[in-house]
Each structure stands twice: as C-alpha cells, then as structure tokens.
C-alpha cells in the first residue's frame, strides 16, 4: 500500500481521531483530581495562586511566598505570620479586601507576572 492511499489516510485519521477522544474524555477526572489537590496545598498553607502576591496601600499588610511555597502575610519582612489572608470579591476576580483593615486591592494589571513572557 502507497503512503497515498486514501484508505489508509482516513484510517490514520479515524485513530488519530479516537485519540483525541480518549484524551478528551480522561480530562475531566484529572482536572478534579488538581483542584483536590490544590485545595489540600491551601489547606497546609501553601500559595497555589496564579496572581501577583498583594500588598495593602493602606495598612501595609503584605503578601508573600516563602520558599517551601508557604503562604504568609506580615507588615514587615522580619516578622512572623500574621495569619490573615486577602480576600478576593466574588463577582471581581481583580478585587481583594485587606483582611487587617479592609481596604480595597486591586491586582496590578500591568504587574510583570501577567507579560506574556513571564509565563
């Protein structure tokens, strides 16, 4: 059989079709498996967030990632934990209040972690 036979072109393209299905079709369960296991990371404290860290303008209450991906917050680097997160506004995914003196905050749109090349 040549490799222009027309059978076996759409036979490739009926496997290749069923593939794609198959991959389709075991999506669904990895994507709750991810979202269990992102809610477990935030339960232990880890930052699972895909948005710049906050920072608050009015009281100074900051965001931070610590190395083993601890999620902290504090008003000055030094200090420990204050156990406070931001709390991000249901119907505005861009808007948080400060937990510590609830100011509004805004994610920064031109922050250098949503450039395409940061990505």
């Not at 059989?1 to 069923?18: G, I, V």
Request: charged content about 30%; some cysteine.
């Amino acid at each position: 059989m040549s490799s222009n036979d027309p059978k076996e072109a759409e036979r490739r393209a009926r496997q290749e079709l069923e593939a794609a299905h198959r991959a389709l079709e075991a999506l669904p369960p990895l994507i709750e498996q991810l979202a269990a296991i992102n809610e477990q990371a935030r339960a232990l404290g880890i930052f699972v967030e895909d948005r710049p860290l906050l920072q608050c303008s009015h009281c100074g209450l900051t965001e931070d990632e610590l190395a083993n991906g601890q999620h902290v917050t504090y008003y000055e680097p030094d200090e420990p934990d204050t156990g406070l997160r931001f709390i991000q506004d249901e119907a505005d995914e861009e808007l948080f209040r400060c937990p510590a003196c609830g100011a509004e905050v805004r994610l920064d749109p031109l922050d250098p972690l949503d450039e395409p090349d940061n990505l």
